[in-house]
Each structure stands twice: as structure tokens, then as C-alpha cells.
């Protein structure tokens, strides 16, 4: 039915005077000025609907002392229109609250937005009319709305945190708080004030109120990271680079992880010396500027507890010099969260301000609040007079305003309060399943408070209207995610999740600071540019994971998940794409070890241990290569002989480096990587012989090495873990060595290409099919095949030791690696399998690049453990809780 007809019958029958258009929007900040102005180009009527009494947002209502923006304000703008970016000139590197409001002003005024906007005007509630397809939004102001499209831009932080403390009635004094200051200001001279909270809106006003008060004492619980702003002109080199070339500036803010155009850091904080650490460190301080302290100082510190300690540690010396009273600067120092796990804050002046004698800091993690009363606050020690109390305490963020209206009534009466009970559940952070044409900007799933979030509301804007044009010219009328897409988009979620340090904080990010709120990390940590490329995805792949019906048009419901790999996975294998590489089989088996050589020497080195210690040792037809990895713990130590991978023709003792090392690490025991001989120049079964003679002789000479006497055990990767798999069996059939344990890493176990997993992934995931054809070819005749010796599952699997199998889910040998893993369990061998979801055949070797292979990593290291009878082994700090079910991984755990 035309909207027009649609509209027609529904104002005469159940809204009467309901304003007709075809998209509402809710909020005027940043996202629903922009709204308007692309919707109204695509041809779509549009009403913005605001509380506020004018346009800004964010910007309208905070106006507390000293209020400003954290990004650069080169960085923090609109990037739409060429003309509008040079029609405005920001006087500042960091642009003042009225200075932002002014701009936003600016543009509702030169793009004549003020006339679809009615302000004063709240959404109280919204309710989807299925025989109309089209939602009603009640208001507490005027003519409710029917629209055929309903968008939130309510804000990530437009919702304020009610106080948690009692009595706040009962004071006498005046009450503010930061986020709905005053228009006309707060003089505070002569008076004695007391803040409440020390987040950002604390630290960016607590120097100026200082500067105001009589006296002012701050009600702190949990200190917070906090760096110089060095505010200032825009920095010339910021600067230079954006006019050098606007347009590739901006494009590589649009495809960077933050939004803001820097590049990714590679060096890795165990390669970099003390004095290179702080010299970096020293760099960051002094530039004053949020994004670059948290991304450029080393490719770990935001995704390794050791890497992150190092900046946590040298903040914390900072603070130390800056405040002069050392019980002070102790309660200022926060140990309790990883730097980046929370916001941290940009301020001017904010440490040097508790020197000042009429500031007193008062930790409330010693004395908690007991009360406020009518004269001032109480604690548990002592009582404080006051005449003025501001709360900073922050905003019921990301869901808070969505759920404020209440109810949102999606398909078949669905509550998104019903919905979101257990945490926000959503595709893309965009829209909800059981909510057609419901949207939302910068919603909870995607990267939002965790980006530059002009360029990320400019992003899911143009999405959106560019979705909703499309729609319409295709006959379209409804458009919703479905159940599969939504589920996918929270494990994907969570999977990026596993990547940071965030699980280890109590934040906004995941609803900590709001009593009874649902633990659940909110924003998207994947990145700003993955994500961009994701929502493009859905659209190249024929709307995915989307229902789109119209009239008269046939529904349309491309079902599936847009992402299935790991975060890291998916970034190494469209950096592969990207190279268009010659197949490797094509470059000959000469070629191929000089590219994987050249490929391995790009790596992150490997990291430190104990020893490496390189020599000789006798093969079956003359020496072969081994390199041993010592712990640093003192030994003796067992004994793991490794095989690497490279498909019985690449690598060397060499090539599996960084493994080793980390398993050397994990497992406190030494490795031994051995150098087998490749094909073609030596054939089946050299390298099956040469493993087991090198794993008789290592375990003959293990004491030697440092090695603990009795058994070893036997590990390898791809080809290697075939290797492994046949020395295991050899070893049962001709008397030894005694083998501990097994952990076969994505081995060949079979000679047969028609299993599953071969078809589905045959190619793309960088092991194809014809490649492992062309490692067959070359290292065994096919009348060869069948034998044990290179085809273990053909062989005799019952007396093996205990193994541990790891399969890949994106890996043509995933089936043979699980048919091996559970005959040997159906001969009665103790076999733990780890079947990797979303990881592809080289994610656990690439060790420091597919960090999401750390979890699994540590498993094989404590089932090594268990196989060489030691007990389990200290947590390393990069493996907490990775991957297992912590509150913040709600949305995972809800949705897998
Ligand atoms: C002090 C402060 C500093 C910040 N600094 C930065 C920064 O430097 N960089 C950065 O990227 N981000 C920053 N942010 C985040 C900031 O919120 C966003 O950058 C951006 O302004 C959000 O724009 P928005 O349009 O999405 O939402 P908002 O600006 O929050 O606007 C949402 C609007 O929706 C209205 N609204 C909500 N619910 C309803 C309803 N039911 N009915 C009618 N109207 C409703 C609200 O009144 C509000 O005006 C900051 C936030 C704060 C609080």
C-alpha cells in the first residue's frame, strides 16, 4: 500500500492528529542533525524530535566549568561537506563546550535544519503498527508522530546517572550536576563545594571550581587515568597533514581503529628497551592527546596485562611527582583497572590541583559516604559542611536514553526492555530483531564511545539513509534484522571482546556504574575501520541477516551471520587478500621457502625464554637441525619434541619460532624443534623416520639437555602433527621411547580430500585444497599413501599416548584432525579435543598476531602439563579470563 493511502486511513482511524512523515528521528546533538540533512536529500520527509530547547545535544546540556571535547577538534567535526569544513575554524585543539554548541548552531543554521526540529519535546513512547508497518511515537509535547522509519539519536551519554547517595533532599545548599548545568552559569565564588565523582566531567572541572570556591572537597571512589591536554592551537603537524590532503585524511580517520588517522603501532613492548619505553611514553605525555597515548606507545598495550602495566606504572610515577602530599598522590594512583579498560581523561591542571590549600581530596574507597545532610556530607569519619554539592557522576551510557523510552514496542508486542533484559542484544549496534524499521545511531554493538564518535555517527547515518533510499527504490517497505544475524553479531561481539584488556574493569562501558544495570560490555572494540568494512559486507552480500518485505515486491531474507571468523583471523586474511598473492604452489618448492621465509621474518619476534640453544643431532641419512628452548625457570624440565608445519616441504627448525617460544613459556618445559627432511628432494617416508629417530635420540639424550629423565612428549603443527601422530605410533611398535603425551595442532591424518571441511574450505583461508594437493604430490606417490606412516588414522590407534587435538573450524584438514581425535578415543586413548570457532589453519602459530589464539594456546599448555604430570600452571596475565564467560561477556554468553 503507497505511504500516502497508508497515512491517509491511519490518521482518521487511531492517531488523529499524529504528524505524518516518513522517517521520525529522536534528538538534535551531532547524529540527528546530520540525520535530517541526509534524509531530506534522499527525499524522505523527516521530523527530529528534542528534549532540549535547542539543537546540540551533548553540547546543549553540558555546560559545567571547563567542559570541552577529548578528541581534537580537527578530528571531532563534521566531514560531510567539503564547504562546511572550511567555512568553520576552530580556535583550539580542544574546542570549549560553547564553542562546539556554537558550531553545531552553525550548521542547523546552514543547512536550515531548525525547521523539521521540534524541540521541547520528549518521546515517551513508541509502538510498532504491524497492519500499517509503520511506528507510532507518543511525545510529551504536541501531536504524537507516525513514520514509517523510527531513529534513535538519543546519545551514547545523554542520560545522567541518578545519585546513588541518600538524603540528597534533605540538603539545604544547592545541588548541581554537570551533565543539566545551569544555561546561566554557577557563581561559586566565596563558596565551600563539594564534587562528587572524579570522571571526566570531575577532572575537567574540578581545577576551575577550585579556582572559584572558598573551598572545595572531592568525593572520590575510584581514581582514574588522567593526562595533560596541553591545550593549546591545533597542533602543526596535526594540521599540516589534514590540509596537505583533506580527503585522504579524513578517508583514513573513516578506515582507522579509533577514528582518528594513526597508524598501527608494530612494535611490540618486550622488544623495546626501559629507557626506549619511557622515551615513547615521555613523547605521549607531552602531546596531549587521547588517542595517540592509547594506540602509538606499543602494538600490546591494549591487549596484554603485561604490556598495558608498563604505561599504568609510568602513569602512576606522574602522578607521584605532580602531587605534593604523599597520601594524596597514593589515593590518586589507580591500580585497580587497566589503562584504556576505562576512558581516561584529558585535563588541564588536574593533579596540581590537590597542591592547592583549599582542596581537599577525600577517598571514598576509606570512608564512604554514610549520608547527606541538611548541612553538608557524611562519612564514615567525618563530616563536611558545605554549601554547593556537584554531581559528576557520569550517565546511564549507551542504553540508558534508548530504554528511557518506555515501552519501545516492536512485532507481536516485544518490549525492547523484554528484549534487552540479560543486556543489549542487537545487529551491528544498527537495529533489533523483532523491531522492523527500528534504528539506532551509535547503538549499543557498535564502536561508539570507543571512536571518535563524530565519524562514527556520520557512518551509521549515511548507512542508514543510504539503506533506506535503496529500499524504497527497490519496492521495499520494511526492512528487519533477523534472529541468526543478531546471535552471530553477539558472538562476534564477544570475540572482539577476548582482544582487550576491557573484562577487567568495572566501567560505563559495561554498565558498572548504574546499580542493578546488566553487566555487558556495550560498545564494539573490533574498531572503527573493520567495522565500516563489516556494514559495508552486509550490504555487498545482498543485505545479510536482514527480512526486507514490501508490497509488491517478493520478500527477501538473505539469512546468515556477516561475521564467522575471528577478529584477528579476519584481519590477517583480507591483509593477505589485499597482497594478491601468487598461489604458493605455483612458485615451485624453492620459491615457496624463500617466500615463507620472507613471510616468517616479518613476524613479531618471538618472546624472550630462558635459552635457545641450536645444534645437531643424528638422522636416519646424517645429521639433522634442532633448536632447543629452555624455560627460564630452573629445571629439570620434560621435554616436548616439535614438529613444525609447511606440509612435509616448508620451514625448518626455525620457522615455528614464535610457537615454541610461547609454548616453552606456557608449558615450562623445553622444546625441541627438529629440522626434518623436506620433499621433494627427500620423499615418504623420510621425514615420518627422520621424526621418530629424532624423538628416540632426544629422549635418550634429555638429561643432557636439562631435560627431566622418563618420558617426553611429542607436539606438532600441520605436517608436524602428522609427524607427531606417526611418531607416537612408531614409538608404541618398536620399543620406545616411552611418550607422555601428544598435542597435535590442525594435523594431517588422512590421505582422502572429500571431507567436509576440504569443500568448505577449499579456498580462502590461505591452506587451500590445491595447495595441500601439491604438498601430497610432492612428498608421496599416491600407491604410498595409505601407509600409517603418512596416513596415521590407516594405522593402528589403540596404545597411544594421551593426546590433545586441535582443529580449526576454517581449515580444509578440520574433519581428518576430529576423525583422528575420536578414533583414537574409540580405541580407548584419553583424548581432549579443541575445536577452534572462527580460526583458520595457522591462527595458533601465529603467535602475537592472532591474539585470540591465546586461549587456546593455554589450553594445550595445561593439557601438556597434565600429560607430564605437572600441576596446572600460573594464569600468564594475557590469558585471564580470556574467553571465559566474565559479566562483560553477557552479550556472548546470551547470544551462544
Ligand atoms: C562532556 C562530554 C564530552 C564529550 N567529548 C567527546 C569527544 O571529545 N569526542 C567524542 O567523540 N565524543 C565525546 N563525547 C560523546 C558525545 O556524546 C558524542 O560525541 C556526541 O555529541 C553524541 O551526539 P549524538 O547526537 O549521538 O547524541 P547527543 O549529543 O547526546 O544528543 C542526543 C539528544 O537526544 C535527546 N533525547 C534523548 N532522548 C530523547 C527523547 N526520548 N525524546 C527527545 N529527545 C531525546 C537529548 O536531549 C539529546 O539532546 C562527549 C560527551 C560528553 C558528555
Not at 229 to 249: F, T, V
Not at 262 to 283: G, I, K, N, T
Not at 472 to 490: K, Y
Not at 869 to 875: E, K, W
Request: charged share 20%; aromatic share 10%.
Amino acid at each position: 500500500m503507497p505511504d500516502a493511502m497508508v497515512a491517509a486511513r491511519e490518521s482518521k482511524a487511531a492517531s488523529g492528529s499524529a504528524q505524518q512523515v516518513d522517517v521520525a528521528v529522536v534528538g538534535a546533538g551531532f547524529a540527528g542533525l546530520y540525520l535530517p540533512h541526509r534524509l531530506r536529500k534522499a527525499g524522505l520527509t523527516v521530523v527530529a524530535l528534542e528534549e532540549a530547547g535547542d539543537v546540540g545535544g551533548t553540547w546543549y546540556w553540558n555546560r559545567y566549568p571547563g567542559a570541552r571535547c577529548d578528541i581534537q577538534t580537527i578530528d571531532y567535526s563534521y566531514t560531510f561537506d567539503p564547504e562546511l569544513e572550511t567555512a568553520w575554524t576552530w580556535s583550539e585543539k580542544y574546542a570549549t563546550q560553547p564553542e562546539i554548541l556554537r558550531y553545531l548552531g552553525f550548521v542547523a543554521d546552514r543547512y536550515d535544519l531548525r525547521r523539521d526540529i521540534r524541540f521541547k519535546t520528549k518521546v515517551t513512547e513508541a509502538t510498532w503498527d504491524e497492519a500499517n508497518g509503520r511506528w507510532h511515537l507518543a511525545t510529551d509535547n504536541g501531536a504524537p508522530v507516525s513514520c514509517r522509519y523510527y531513529i534513535m539519536a538519543t546519545g551514547c551519554l545523554s542520560a545522567p546517572k541518578p545519585p546513588e547517595i541518600d538524603g540528597v533532599k534533605d540538603f539545604t545548599g544547592a545541588v548541581y550536576f554537570t551533565g543539566r548545568w545551569p544555561h546561566d552559569g554557577v557563581n561559586l565564588a566565596g563558596k565551600r563545594v563539594a564534587v562528587i565523582g572524579t570522571g571526566s566531567s570531575g577532572i575537567q572541572s574540578i581545577p576551575l571550581i577550585a579556582q572559584q570556591a572558598e573551598h572545595l572537597t572531592v568525593f572520590q571512589r575510584t581514581p582514574n587515568f588522567a593526562l595533560p591536554a596541553h591545550n593549546g592551537p591545533a597542533p602543526s603537524d596535526r594540521m599540516s597533514l589534514l590540509q596537505g590532503d583533506r580527503a585522504a585524511y579524513r578517508e583514513q580517520a573513516r578506515r582507522s581503529m579509533a577514528g582518528v588517522p594513526y597508524p598501527q603501532q608494530m612494535a611490540v613492548s618486550w622488544q623495546l628497551s626501559d629507557a626506549e619505553r619511557r622515551a615513547r611514553f615521555e613523547e605521549a605525555w607531552g602531546k596531549g592527546d587521547l588517542v595517540y597515548i592509547l594506540t602509538q606507545l606499543w602494538a600490546d598495550q591494549g591487549v596484554d596485562v603485561d604490556g598495558n602495566a608498563l604505561i599504568c606504572e609510568l602513569i602512576r610515577e606522574k602522578i607521584g611527582t605532580i602531587v605534593k602530599d604523599p597520601e594524596t598522590a597514593a589515593a590518586l594512583m589507580p591500580h585497580d583497572h587497566p589503562f584504556g579498560a576505562k576512558r581516561p581523561c584529558l585535563d588541564t591542571n588536574y593533579y596540581a590541583t590537590y597542591n592547592r590549600p583549599n582542596v581537599t581530596l577525600v577517598n571514598l574507597r576509606q570512608e564512604p559516604v554514610k549520608a547527606i545532610t541538611p548541612s553538608g556530607i557524611t562519612t564514615g569519619k567525618r563530616s563536611f559542611d558545605v554549601d554547593v554539592i556537584v554531581f559528576a557522576t557520569g550517565f546511564d551510557a549507551m542504553t540508558g536514553a534508548i530504554r528511557a523510552v518506555h515501552p519501545i514496542t516492536g512485532r507481536d508486542g516485544k518490549s525492547l526492555s523484554g528484549v534487552w533484559a540479560q543486556g543489549p542484544q542487537t545487529y551491528l549496534g544498527l537495529t533489533v530483531a523483532g523491531f522492523p524499521n527500528f534504528f539506532m545511531i551509535t547503538g549499543p554493538g557498535s564502536p561508539s564511545v570507543l571512536s571518535n564518535m563524530a565519524v562514527s555517527i556520520e557512518q551509521h547515518v549515511d548507512w542508514v539513509v543510504d539503506r533506506l533510499a535503496a529500499l524504497r527504490d527497490a519496492g521495499f517497505t520494511t526492512i528487519e534484522a533477523t534472529e541468526t544475524a543478531q546471535a552471530g553479531w553477539g558472538r562476534h561481539m564477544a570475540d572482539c571482546a577476548t582482544l582487550t584488556l576491557h573484562r577487567l574493569a568495572n566501567t560505563w562501558y559495561t554498565g558498572a556504574n548504574v546499580p542493578g544495570k546488566v553487566r555487558a560490555l556495550m560498545p564494539y572494540t573490533g574498531g572503527v575501520g573493520p567495522y565500516r568494512s563489516i556494514c559495508d559486507e552486509v550490504v555487498s552480500r545482498g543485505m545479510l541477516g536482514f527480512k526486507l518485505t514490501g508490497p509488491d515486491v517478493a520478500a527477501q531474507c538473505n539469512d546468515g551471520e556477516v561475521v564467522r571468523l575471528q577478529p584477528d583471523v579476519r584481519l590477517v586474511l583480507n591483509l593477505l587478500a589485499q597482497l594478491n598473492l601468487p598461489p604458493i604452489e605455483s612458485m615451485g618448492a624453492l620459491g615457496a621457502r624463500a617466500f615463507v621465509n620472507e613471510f616468517n621474518n616479518s613476524r613479531p619476534a618471538g618472546r624472550p625464554v630462558g635459552a635457545i640453544v641450536d645444534g645437531t643431532l643424528p638422522g636416519t641419512d646424517g645429521p639433522l637441525h634442532y633448536r632447543l628452548y629452555r624455560p627460564a625457570t630452573p629445571g629439570p624440565h620434560p621435554v616436548v619434541i616439535y614438529f613444525h608445519g609447511g606440509g612435509w616441504v616448508l620451514g625448518d627448525e626455525q620457522s615455528d619460532d614464535p610457537f615454541c617460544r610461547d609454548m616453552a613459556r606456557r608449558t615450562d618445559m623445553i622444546f625441541v624443534s627438529v629440522g626434518y627432511r623436506h620433499a621433494p628432494e627427500y620423499r615418504f617416508p623420510a621425514a615420518a623416520e627422520d621424526g621418530y629417530t629424532a624423538t628416540r635420540w632426544i629422549a635418550e639424550h634429555a638429561v643432557e639437555f636439562g631435560g627431566k629423565p622418563g618420558p617426553v612428549l611429542v607436539a606438532g603443527w600441520s605436517a608436524g602433527g602428522n609427524i607427531a601422530a606417526v611418531t607416537c605410533q612408531l614409538a608404541r611398535d618398536r620399543g620406545g621411547p616411552e611418550i607422555a603425551g601428544q598435542l597435535l595442532v590442525c594435523p594431517v591424518t588422512d590421505c582422502t580430500f572429500d571431507r567436509p571441511s576440504y569443500n568448505e574450505n577449499e579456498i580462502g583461508y590461505f591452506l587451500t585444497r590445491s595447495l595441500m594437493y601439491w604438498f601430497w604430490d610432492l612428498y608421496c606417490s599416491p600407491a604410498d599413501r595409505t601407509d600409517p606412516r603418512v596416513s596415521p588414522l590407516r594405522g593402528k590407534v589403540a596404545g597411544l599416548p594421551p593426546a590433545f587435538v586441535v582443529t580449526c573450524e576454517f581449515d580444509p584438514l578440520r574433519d581428518e584432525g576430529i576423525a583422528y581425535a575420536e578414533a583414537m578415543a574409540a580405541a580407548g586413548v584419553p583424548v581432549e579435543q579443541l575445536k577452534a570457532r572462527g580460526h583458520f589453519h595457522s591462527s595458533f602459530t601465529m603467535v602475537d598476531v592472532v591474539i585470540t589464539g591465546v586461549q587456546g594456546r593455554g589450553q594445550m599448555a595445561e593439557a601438556m602439563r597434565r600429560f607430564a604430570g605437572l600441576p596446572p600452571g600460573v594464569r600468564r596475565g594475557d590469558e585471564n579470563d580470556h574467553g571465559r564467560a566474565s559479566t562483560g561477556h553477557r552479550i556472548a554468553a546470551a547470544a551462544s
